[in-house]
């Protein structure tokens, strides 16, 4: 009977641990998958929606700047009701003062065609160089939120592994404080025994519950890239192993950043914006050239044209020529220059800060592989411990608390295993996104590997 016993404890307990290694492997019903996470994120992140509306605003550049080299049409119309006091001698050589009252008319329609103008020459360069500017920033939006979901996703799948790990270790205790309190009941154990046992109990419970909190945490920051409750999340699967990287040198992922990485492109693009500034703010020293077409016509428009009706049409040619401006057009000038400075310098920054970037995805990349096999090994080891250990126990050599041990230890390869594989796919996403190789299909590249 006590052997029969024995049997049912320990495949009670197996199959309590295979149950939490499932949970743990697979997810639950109408649980969310990667891709749709990262499509709820591209609808309700307010970071990505931000991005969005920049580009939005940004494609009207363009517009902007090549309206100052268009023709500029305008009309106005004026009408009005007039009482004037008119002073003149009469035919007896006396001053008089009549007031006639009457009605004025005016209407004026022009056309106004810049022939030169250096100052709408350098807008319509920049606006071309900020919408590409917007576009490329964009660009780098897109794969922000992407790198931005996996993160919180996984950061998800690694807080329920602890808080699965935090339930055995607390799990382990509690079988530890039982076993102490039979054996102080037989007179083989000690109250320190006890005592220890308990306090490394209160640890484990307090271990627990910032398990949970942290649990929490991580669920509310991917609502908040989501913008829902991401319910139920998919788990990577067992057999998932390291893509093969290529290139596999840092030089070559290096060379492609420089070449291709969007937040770069746009801080270049940035600098050539505010070279372009200076030439604008240069352009008040030159004169403007304006083609000018005018219609106009006039009913009463002044007392001197009382009851006369004009019409005038006109073509000519409008130069205005900036003599003094009270030193406005040298101080832009040299502020522009100054601006031009900073940012070059910010390019610099930005190129610094993504090489390094770039650096530690790479090394995060490379040294995830190689831990990924070896906690493979680990986990298998540790299946391989659990069950000599139920062994053991139907032996008598084994106590139930050999197998919590067990238990525990595997379920730490499990969790530095799941650890190691949410890394390696993290940084593998900052990887491409520093170097600009992050393609459109990248998270459903990732999730085909989630089941």
């Known amino acids: 009977m006590r052997a029969m016993s024995k049997d049912r404890k320990i495949k009670a307990m197996r199959a309590g641990v295979l149950g939490m290694l499932l949970a743990l492997a697979t997810g639950g019903a109408g649980a969310v998958s990667l891709q749709q996470a990262y499509e709820a994120a591209i609808r309700n992140d307010p970071t990505f929606r931000m991005r969005f509306y920049e580009n939005e605003s940004g494609k009207e550049n363009r517009i902007l700047g090549r309206a100052g080299l268009l023709p500029q049409v305008s009309g106005s119309y004026s009408y009005g009701k007039n009482i004037a006091d008119q002073t003149a001698p009469n035919l007896f050589g006396q001053m008089s003062t009549q007031h006639p009252r009457y009605t004025s008319r005016s209407s004026v329609v022009q ?28 660009e780098a939006g897109i794969d922000e939120v992407s790198v931005r979901v996996v993160s919180a996703y996984l950061d998800v799948l690694f807080a329920q592994d602890q808080l699965a790990l935090a339930r055995v270790q607390r799990d382990a205790h509690l079988e530890n404080q039982k076993l102490n309190q039979r054996l102080f009941q037989r007179g083989e154990g000690t109250r320190t025994d006890m005592l220890e046992t308990q306090a490394r109990l209160d640890v484990a ?4 519950i910032e398990s949970q909190d942290n649990l929490v945490a991580a669920r509310n920051t991917l609502e908040g890239v989501i913008g829902m409750d991401p319910g139920e999340l998919d788990r990577l699967a067992d057999d998932f192993r390291p893509l093969a990287l290529d290139p596999v040198s840092f030089e070559d992922w290096r060379k492609l950043a420089l070449e291709r ?12 914006n505010a070279r372009l500034d200076i030439s604008r703010a240069r352009a008040g020293h030159y004169p403007r050239v304006d083609f000018v077409a005018a219609y106009s016509k006039s009913d009463s428009e002044s007392l001197t044209n009382l009851n006369q009706r004009n019409t005038n049409r006109q073509l000519g040619v409008q130069v205005n020529i900036p003599i003094y401006q009270g030193g406005a057009i040298n101080a832009s000038t040299r502020q522009a220059a100054a601006i031009y400075g900073r940012s070059q310098a910010e390019l610099d920054a930005r190129t610094n800060e993504i090489l390094v970037e770039l ?25 391989q411990l659990m069950i000599a250990t139920e062994q053991s126990i139907k032996g008598g050599v084994r106590i139930n608390l050999d197998l919590l041990n067990a238990q525990q230890q595997l379920f730490a390869s499990q969790r530095d295993l799941a650890q190691a594989r949410y890394s390696y796919l993290v940084g593998l996403m900052r990887l491409r996104a520093a170097s600009g190789t992050l393609q459109a299909d990248a998270v459903r590249e990732i999730a085909a590997y989630f089941r």
């Open 111 to 138: 056309l106004r065609q810049p022939l030169f103008s250096m100052d709408a020459i350098a807008r319509y360069r920049q606006g071309k160089v900020q919408t590409a500017q917007a576009e490329e920033s964009y």
């Open 205 to 208: 419970e307090a271990a627990l």
């Open 261 to 272: 990485n969007n937040m770069l492109a746009a801080s270049r693009l940035a600098v050539e």
């Open 359 to 383: 650096r530690k995805a790479h090394s995060l990349v490379t040294s995830s592989g190689r831990k990924i096999e070896a906690l493979v090994k680990a986990v298998e080891s540790g299946k």
